[in-house]
């Protein structure tokens, strides 16, 4: 099976104890991120280079295609690129220490998001509180953190944000907690981050908040009518159910008043209206600068996922698009048609048991995972989390170095649902791993699938766009163990070269299997090479 539980291998994990793995980044520049980008044509073009090093830096770039300027203190690309088409840029950034080359390959079609999305959401730290201050406040610690200048991008407003319809398209208009969002779109443009927005198909969201379809053709609906709401618009419940109750269903009631408040709530909330106003609220993003779209209703259709990728279509931006939650299977091939990245499951929890078993039981999606459409297993719960009352995630140091290098392998969307005011350095160090991100962003986008296994051991491998191979040995069980893999569970052939991607260090040339000692829910992960 290529997995064993012998003697102790000599390449071990560190990091059980909370050691920080990645190594500093240097002082002379390196240029990270995403190695491909993809725009539509006659679309706004914004690329941020990705780039450590000590600052001051001058960015330039050799080859860059009519339409695009460069601005050599930020690194900011911006423009518009008319004609479809392929450029190869060659992006340079140079400090007092050196100076850094990296080809970036411009992609002008109809494909975006060519690499998995990386950025922030604000649902795991704030819920529904959130608020414009909170978001401005994210997307400023990303650039402080660092944590651009190693590729992550978007800063994405979750449910709560919505008020009532108007303005100028009769889209839904933002609540009081968010009093100019086309003013904050700006300032996240400004530092060369690429702001987000939530919605759903329904009258209400989950939340409770106004939805992309009404009971009236003037797009207002019964319950707004009816004064059934706060002052933020958001829908009041019965005193007897929480929001969180309503969704679960798990509320202590008797059966009888189980059935009444549910039959009444659903009816309100979670069901979709006569009249659509997807392209209204389309137009609007659109107008205020919206970059990403998370559109979320259970279970997922292919009706309203294509109703809005044709409004989408219909605009002049480019606007990620992304539906949640718990895809039906059946239906993953035309959700990987209409959007870019679909989630596979529902909320994932910062509890092992929950992680572990999403995590680890996502192969029968890996044919759909492709450049420009993702399979997503949901958010990363490392840092402060709380949905609402701030507190650490409860994985440990272990279990969320393996979800950073699992979601990694699985090439999936990397949005952090953390407090980035309050990032250790613990975090940090997991965040800012250029190697182990560089896994995520191969712009072959292969899905890993597991290899080998053997009781509480895992093995998961995916191939890279150099021909190279990436490998994660994973234990699930309570104790350490020997976990290794055979290279002839990849079938490939000959001795190899075998690398430490946390740890960023050469392991050596094995003739034919490399195995490791992994603590109880960790992970090593090693990039595999031909030695020639």
């Known amino acids: 099976m290529g997995l064993c539980s012998c003697n102790p291998a000599p390449v071990e994990h560190a ?6 793995l990645t190594p500093a980044a240097p002082r002379t520049p390196r240029i990270n991120g995403a190695a491909v980008f993809g725009v539509r044509p006659g679309s706004p073009f914004l690329f941020q ?35 479809a088409g392929r450029h190869v840029v060659t992006l340079r950034a140079a400090n007092a220490h050196g100076v850094a080359e990296r080809p970036l390959r411009i992609i002008v079609g109809q494909r975006i998001a060519l690499t998995p999305p990386m950025g922030w959401n604000s649902w795991n730290i704030w819920s529904s509180s959130v608020s414009q201050e909170k978001v401005r406040n994210a997307a400023d610690a990303l650039v402080a953190s660092g ?4 590729g992550w991008t978007y800063v994405n407003i979750d449910d709560g944000w919505q008020g009532v319809r108007g303005g100028e398209f009769n889209a839904i208009m933002p609540n009081a907690k968010f009093p100019d969002i086309a003013a904050l779109s700006e300032h996240v443009h400004a530092t060369g981050l690429k702001l987000g927005i939530y919605s759903t198909p329904w009258r209400t969201s989950f939340v409770g908040h106004l939805g992309s379809s009404a009971d009236h053709a003037d797009g207002s609906t019964d319950w707004l009518r009816a004064g059934t709401h706060n002052e933020h618009f958001k829908f009041k419940y019965p005193k007897h159910v ?54 979320d209703w259970v279970p997922i259709d292919v009706a309203h996922t294509r109703e809005m990728r ?30 870019n990245a679909w989630r596979t499951s529902g909320d994932v929890k910062d509890e092992w048991d929950d992680l572990s078993e999403i995590g680890f039981s996502r192969d029968r999606w890996a044919r759909f995972s492709a450049p420009g459409s993702y399979n997503d297993p949901d958010m990363l719960l490392v840092g402060q989390v709380g949905w609402g009352q701030r507190r650490p995630t409860r994985l440990t140091p272990n279990e969320q170095y393996t979800q950073v290098s699992l979601w990694s392998l699985l090439a999936a969307p990397l949005l952090l649902g953390c407090d980035l005011e309050k990032l250790d350095p613990f975090t940090l160090g997991l965040l800012t791993n250029d190697e182990v991100l ?17 009781g509480n051991a895992e093995v998961f491998a995916k191939v890279l766009e150099d021909g190279s191979w990436v490998v994660g040995l994973f234990n699930r069980g309570e104790k350490g163990r020997t976990v290794a893999v055979r290279w002839s569970d990849m079938r490939v052939e000959g001795a190899q070269l075998v690398r430490d991607l946390w740890r960023q260090q050469d392991l050596g040339r094995f003739p034919d299997r490399f195995e490791a000692s992994v603590p109880p829910h960790g992970v090593v992960l090693v990039k595999v090479t031909p030695a020639r």
């Open 242 to 295: 929480s929001w969180m109750e309503n969704y679960a269903w798990l509320k202590p009631l008797s059966q009888r008043a189980k059935e009444k408040s549910r039959g009444r709530i659903t009816k309100t909330l979670r069901t979709f209206g006569k009249f659509s106003f997807v392209d209204a609220d389309v137009r609007q993003w659109a107008a205020w600068g919206i970059d990403y779209l998370k559109y």
């Open 438 to 454: 560089a896994i995520n962003q191969d712009p072959l986008c292969k899905q890993a699938t597991r290899v080998a296994h053997s």
């Open 49 to 83: 280079v990705a780039a450590t090093g000590e600052r001051p830096m001058e960015f330039s770039a050799t080859d860059l295609p009519e339409g695009l300027q460069l601005d050599a203190a930020s690194g900011r690309i911006t423009g518009r690129l008319e004609a």
């Open 15 to 20: 990091g059980e104890n909370g050691a920080i």
């Open 310 to 339: 044709q409004s989408l279509d219909a605009t002049a931006r480019d606007i990620v698009f992304t539906v949640s939650n718990n895809a039906p299977f059946a239906e993953a091939g035309q959700l990987a048609e209409l959007a």
């Open 147 to 150: 944590l651009r200048d190693h």
